[in-house]
């Protein structure tokens, strides 16, 4: 072991007390000429395709090959063209922060279009202005649109195929539909504010979340049949702020100040904790029938808080300070647990056959807390204060009307 030691330190020294010629080196003469960059421009290294205006030739951008693309400045589009024309599928925009702009006055068609059928189309992270539409996938599938602001478009904001995905969008004064999407899709976290036609509406059944529409010439919503709404708010649209077609379901939506209806809904409809404010008619109007409802609430309605048909059943809502009545119901209406108060004419009024209304509040509401006509309703289990308490038709099974509760049974009614 010493005398290896002894051998590489020895080496050491020889290569130390060597004379530079003896020792292996690069050439140290530059080439001659000025110094050069080897390293290749990011343009060149990265997979993604840049787009940029061609002011010389005047050529509207077309992709027409699948890839990833992004913008490297504004794009300003041509008279009577698209801004961005895409002719394959299999292709990703990154707006990269940049606009995309027209000006309908020189004619500009869409913003960015898809105009052959296609699919897995991705526009994302910018903005685009004043066209006639200004995105349409109307003609692709399984696409995606996120975090996009559109502006000023005469006709649709954005517009995307089945299965496709609108996410994290605002649409400003678009002179038509705000969002639209066919069936099976999904738009999430958008804003719509100002639209001609309905802020959002649909081709199918589709689902929309966390969704706000605001002021507007029609609906705030006007989904397709099956589609599903969560947590939803239309503000001040100039007609309904929901208006529900069939079997569809709305989850904690809002609606506020509507010019019409709050909510107006169709047949085999499920509507859970939602709320209508301040709405121009009813807070809640089901006149199709078939309709479901549990703990929604109407409030402050310029006419009836819930204007149901028949087959409806209303459970744990609520209805305050309408000017009609609070719950107004056809035949075979079931009010189930709901609170009645301060409303017009009547707090609850049946005028059909064969409903229910069970465990019910009604006070101070200006006529009568509960009002039954027709006949085969039954009426058990309620309580009414501060009103012209109870006026029940003949032909209508009632419990027995008590002054106190203790002489009432769980069947009887009270008056307060």
Not at 67 to 83: F, M, R, V
Request: charge should be negative; proline fraction near 5%.
């Amino acid at each position: 072991m010493r005398s290896r030691t002894r051998a590489v330190n020895c080496l050491v020294c020889v290569l130390a007390l060597a004379p530079a010629s003896m020792l292996p080196a690069g050439e140290l003469d530059p080439p001659a000429g000025a110094v050069a960059p080897t390293m290749k421009d990011l343009d060149d290294v990265s997979p993604r395709r840049i787009l940029r205006n061609d002011f010389d030739t005047l050529t509207p951008i077309v992709i027409d090959a699948p890839g990833s693309y992004y913008l490297g400045e504004d794009i300003l589009a041509l008279p009577s063209q698209h801004g961005i024309e895409i002719r394959n599928r299999d292709v990703t925009i990154d707006l990269n922060g940049f606009r995309v702009l027209g000006n309908t006055e020189v004619g500009s068609l869409d913003g960015i279009v898809a105009t052959v059928a296609s699919s897995n189309i991705v526009i994302r992270n910018g903005s685009v202005i004043a066209f006639t539409d200004a995105i349409d996938l109307g003609s692709a599938v399984e696409c995606r649109v996120e975090n996009v602001s559109v502006g000023f478009p005469t006709a649709q904001g954005i517009r995307a195929g089945a299965r496709s995905v609108v996410a994290d969008c605002r649409v400003t004064n678009p002179g038509s539909a705000g969002i639209i999407v066919d069936d099976e899709g999904v738009v999430e976290r958008c804003l719509v504010s100002e639209s001609g036609l309905a802020g959002y509406s649909s081709n199918g059944a589709v689902v929309f979340r966390d969704c706000v529409s605001t002021g507007g010439n029609s609906q705030g919503f006007l989904p397709a049949p099956l589609s599903r709404l969560e947590r939803c708010t239309a503000i001040e649209p100039a007609a309904e702020g929901f208006f529900l077609s069939s079997d569809s379901a709305a989850i904690a939506c809002v609606a506020q100040s509507a010019g019409a209806e709050g909510f107006q809904v169709g047949t085999d409809n499920v509507l859970e904790s939602c709320v209508s404010e301040n709405s121009s008619t009813d807070g809640f109007y089901a006149q199709f029938g078939q309709a479901q409802f549990l703990s929604c609430v109407a409030v402050d309605s310029a006419g009836v808080g819930f204007n149901v048909g028949v087959d409806c059943v209303l459970t744990d809502c609520q209805a305050r300070e309408n000017t009609g009545e609070g719950f107004l119901g056809d035949s075979r209406t079931q009010l189930i647990g709901c609170v009645a108060t301060g409303n017009g004419p009547s707090g609850i009024r049946l005028f059909g056959n064969d409903g229910l209304i069970r465990g019910c509040t009604a006070c101070n509401n200006t006529g009568f807390g509960i009002n039954v006509g027709g006949t085969g309703n039954g009426v058990v289990g309620n309580v009414t204060t501060s009103n012209d308490a109870y006026n029940i038709a003949p032909g209508n099974p009632a419990g027995t009307i008590h002054g106190t509760p203790s002489n009432a049974g769980p069947w009887d009614n009270l008056e307060l």
